[in-house]
């Protein structure tokens, strides 16, 4: 289809956002909740940039102590009992066993980073650090014998794909236009506001918004963003690629494993989508396009390597089931290598020429909210203050329940749904929490899920997904708001997609 260009003179935002990754996202839900008309543009899928392919932790980073991160570490660790609270049905705490090894860091270093890590994050609930006897407890099970020694600590885990969803959900709740599938391709100054060119990738159709300021939250693109829809050609991204392997189970427990390597770097071995195990991440230097990052062979060999020096069973390629990667894009500090770069994130303002842009480089998924309220103080310095801060506490979609009520929210989705499975309850309350009562409405048995597509995933969710979540196609559901592709054969996956262009079809 030609693309046509007009003019929308109804949409003039105070902020546009370019950029549905968590900090677009976060940084809109967070703005028009204080009183900001707000637009976030995504040229794919929510989340579908770095924020769906991260370690899906919640963690202070214990390594980030070595570079002396002392500021990013403490307001991460803060920031995770905040975050639990906000969506328990996706993120919750999670018991990390790092095995002692006696040609890595000394003893005395673990337990000094681990005392630091305790006491400096204002830790309410989460439980402390122990000492494990590996020849006795579980976790050494699945160990090479020479490791008898452990450090157990707390950290949290999330669902990153759905916190990026819960944010723009909750944004749009309150008023933001959540745009996907719209790529920004020109923003000019035009006196003290900016024109915004947004293209509908889906039909190629253009029009014109204006804004007051922009908010370029655009990730790994960063710099692409700022050359291609604003001319200016500066390199402040520095691209580093992280890359993870999926496995059969490794371990019967639900804890996750630090590891150690021999080149000072450190990864996990995390449990994983009922029975797999997630083992990663990497740290290497990347400036391909950051859409077409993908394993590397070298990559692959690494990550079984190292994880073959911990475990009792090595792991090999052929047990490889899936594999992931994306690319961080870090504020380019100039420091020499992939891992020393900070991991802090970095807001830049540039005003000189009228109307406000504020660039984003760096962050974690942790500090997202954090990263958020930052942005919030340079909006309000730009465009006057509107609102006080609110998002501590605020829970999100979904997310109103105790920290310790999930049991209690499958055994009341049970018995309201008594055809559910336990498995199916369960994947519902931990991907949608209290929104499982709504997306199963008025279901009284099991023909009323509808259409089935394989695995456990039937039509009602599907149709959930695409009236609730944005979802368009197979990859969107597969992929990002459930991992259900480990579960779907490609056939599967593939009518799954038909069916969805269909549904879109007739909804036009
Ligand atoms: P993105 O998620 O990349 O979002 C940017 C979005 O902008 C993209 O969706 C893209 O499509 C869109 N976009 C680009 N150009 C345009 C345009 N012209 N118009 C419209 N939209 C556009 N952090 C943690 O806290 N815990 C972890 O365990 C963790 N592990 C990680 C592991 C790896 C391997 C990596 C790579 C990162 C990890 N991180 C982790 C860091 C975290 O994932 C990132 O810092 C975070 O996701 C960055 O989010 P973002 O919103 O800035 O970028």
């Known amino acids: 289809m030609a693309a046509q260009a007009q003019t929308d003179t109804a949409t003039d935002y105070d902020v546009f956002i370019i ?11 967070d703005a028009q909740g204080r009183g900001y008309r707000v637009a976030v543009a995504e040229m794919k899928d929510l989340g579908s940039g770095t924020s769906s392919w991260s370690t899906k932790l919640i963690h202070g980073g214990l390594r980030y ?22 969506a328990p049905h996706i993120i919750w705490p999670m018991r990390f066993v790092l095995p002692y090894h006696k040609d890595m860091r000394p003893a005395w270093l673990i337990r000094l980073g681990l005392f630091l890590y305790d006491y400096i994050g204002g830790r309410k ?8 006897d590996l020849n006795v407890d579980l976790a050494g099970k699945s160990l ?7 450090f157990e600590y707390s950290d949290c885990w999330v669902n990153d794909a759905r916190l990026v969803l819960l944010n723009a959900q909750d944004a749009a709740k309150l008023g933001a236009d959540v745009m996907v599938r719209t790529k920004v391709v020109a923003a000019e100054r035009i006196g003290d506001r900016w024109s ?41 991204v520095l691209m580093v690629q992280g890359s993870h392997i999926v496995v059969a189970q490794k371990f019967e427990h639900d804890r996750a494993y630090f590891f150690q390597n021999g080149d000072g770097r450190i990864f996990f071995g995390i449990p994983y989508e009922e029975n797999l ?12 396009d950051p859409s077409d990052v993908c394993i590397s062979d070298a990559e692959i060999d690494y990550l079984c390597e190292g994880a073959s020096a911990y475990f009792r069973e090595p792991v090999k390629r052929e047990d490889i089931v899936w594999t992931y990667s994306g690319v961080r894009p ?16 970095v807001l830049k303002r540039d005003d000189a020429d009228g109307a406000a842009l504020v660039n984003i480089f760096g962050g974690k998924i942790t500090t997202y909210r954090k990263l958020a309220e930052s942005m919030l103080e340079e909006i309000e310095d730009i465009l006057g203050k509107r609102g006080a801060r609110w998002t501590e506490g605020a829970t999100l979609p979904g ?33 949608y929490g209290m929104a499982a009562f709504a997306l199963m409405g008025d279901a009284t048995d099991q023909a009323d899920m509808g259409h089935h597509f394989g695995s456990d995933l039937y039509e009602r969710e599907v149709r959930y997904q695409m009236d609730h979540e944005w979802s368009q196609t197979a990859e969107d559901v597969l992929w990002r708001r459930t991992k259900r592709g480990l579960r779907l054969s490609a056939d599967q996956a593939k009518a799954l997609d038909d069916w969805m262009s269909d549904a879109l079809k007739a909804a036009a």
Not at 125 to 132: E, N, S, V, Y
Not at 144 to 150: E, H, I, V
Not at 277 to 288: E, N, S
Not at 405 to 416: I, Y
Request: proline share 3%; net charge negative; aromatic share 8%.
């Open 125 to 132: 609930k989460l439980p402390a650090t122990k000492t494990l």
């Open 330 to 345: 870090l504020y380019d500090d100039g420091a020499s290598k992939a891992q020393e770069a900070t991991r802090d994130y």
């Open 399 to 431: 997310g109103d329940f105790p920290t310790d009520g999930f049991e209690a929210k499958v055994a009341e989705l049970r018995s309201k749904y008594a055809f559910l499975d336990d498995e199916l309850a369960r994947r519902l309350v931990r991907l």
């Open 277 to 288: 195990t997630l083992i990663g991440t990497t740290d290497q230097d990347y400036d391909g």
């Open 19 to 29: 950029g549905g990754g968590i900090n677009g996202c976060g940084i809109a839900r």
């Open 65 to 86: 102590l070595e570079h002396y991160e002392f500021r990013l570490v403490r307001e991460a660790l803060k920031e995770r009992e905040t975050l639990w609270a906000m």
């Open 196 to 236: 915004v060119t947004v293209q509908d990738v889906n039909s190629g159709a253009t029009r014109t918004v204006s804004a007051n300021m922009i908010v370029n939250a655009a990730g790994p693109w960063v710099d692409e963003v700022l050359a291609t829809s604003m001319g200016r050609n500066t390199k402040n």
């Open 144 to 150: 090479d014998p020479k490791f008898d020694k452990a």
